[in-house]
C-alpha cells in the first residue's frame, strides 16, 4: 500500500509540475507575442509613416526641379 501511495504521490507531482511549467511557458509565448505584435506595430507604422514623407519628398523635389 504505501509503495503504490508513494508512486501516486509522485505520479500527482509530476502532474502538477507538468501543469505549472506548461502555464509559465504559455504565459512567457503570450508576453512575447504581444511585445512583438505591439514592437513590429510600432515600428511598422513609424516605416509608413517615414516611407510616405520620402516619397512625397521625392514627388515634390521632382516636380520643383
Known sequence: ?????????KSRIKVCVGLVSFRLVWFIVVRISLF???FLGFFGSTCLVVLAALSVKITHFGCCS
Open 1 to 9: 500500500m504505501e509503495r503504490d501511495m508513494g508512486k501516486n504521490g
Open 36 to 38: 512583438v505584435y505591439v
